[in-house]
Nanobody
Framework: QVQLVESGGGLVQPGGSLRLSCAASGSMFSILRMGWYRQAPGKQREMVAT???????NYADSVKGRFTISRDNAKNTVYLQMNSLKPEDTAVYHC?????????WGQGTQVTVSS
């Protein structure tokens, strides 16, 4: 079992920045990939960014050049640095841990980009 707890969401103006954190605990040795997904009202959940155990990263086209995913293995924590935020980035952001064949999810943290 893996437990994921997100933090760092909030209200920010367009053009601003936020950093999300995801603290993981449990059977971390089994996790192959960590990531951030988001779900806006009335829309399906979508991948934002992922990072593999070896550090390989992948980003949605909509966030490339603005968001950066990173991990601190010593702290079992994954981060999402979000810069140049836009109103369309407003969503609940969920941390994900993938351990074949299981996906683990955090409870989510709300990010609202509005003036």
């Amino acid at each position: 079992q893996v437990q994921l707890v997100e933090s760092g969401g909030g209200l920010v103006q367009p053009g601003g920045s936020l950093r999300l954190s995801c603290a993981a605990s449990g059977s971390m040795f089994s996790i192959l990939r960590m990531g951030w997904y988001r779900q806006a009202p009335g829309k399906q959940r979508e991948m934002v960014a992922t990072i593999t155990r070896s550090g390989g990263t992948n980003y949605a086209d909509s966030v490339k050049g603005r968001f950066t995913i990173s991990r601190d293995n010593a702290k079992n924590t994954v981060y999402l640095q979000m810069n140049s935020l836009k109103p369309e980035d407003t969503a609940v952001y969920h941390c994900n841990g993938y351990s074949y064949p299981t996906d683990y999810w955090g409870q989510g943290t709300q990010v609202t980009v509005s003036s």
